[in-house]
Nanobody, 115 residues
Framework: QVQLVESGGGLVQPGGSLTLSCAASGSILSSALMAWYRQAPGKEREWVTSITPNGGTAYADSVKGRFTISRDNAKNTVYLRMNSMKIEDTAVYYC?????????WGKGTLVTVSS
């Protein structure tokens, strides 16, 4: 059973930066598709960004140019660097892993953007 643990959430001011981490149990990260999703209060969960096993990335239009996803396979960790943050980035951020037809979710970490 794969476990994903997110960390790094918290309170940040508009225009500020924050980095989230997602640590995966076991050594499967290198062959997995990894992604971040988020769910704002009262809204559906939405895809934010993803990274393929060979490092290819994709971003939602709402975060393109501001967020960066990266992975460290040796540490079994995926990161989400968030810059120029906006109030509308406030949400619970979830880590997602897909490999060999199986999918896994973390429990989420809360990010609040507020002055």
């Amino acid at each position: 059973q794969v476990q994903l643990v997110e960390s790094g959430g918290g309170l940040v001011q508009p225009g500020g930066s924050l980095t989230l981490s997602c640590a995966a149990s076991g050594s499967i990260l290198s062959s997995a598709l990894m992604a971040w999703y988020r769910q704002a209060p009262g809204k559906e969960r939405e895809w934010v960004t993803s990274i393929t096993p060979n490092g290819g990335t994709a971003y939602a239009d709402s975060v393109k140019g501001r967020f960066t996803i990266s992975r460290d396979n040796a540490k079994n960790t995926v990161y989400l660097r968030m810059n120029s943050m906006k109030i509308e980035d406030t949400a619970v951020y979830y880590c997602y892993l897909a490999r060999s037809g199986m999918t896994y979710w973390g429990k989420g970490t809360l990010v609040t953007v507020s002055s």
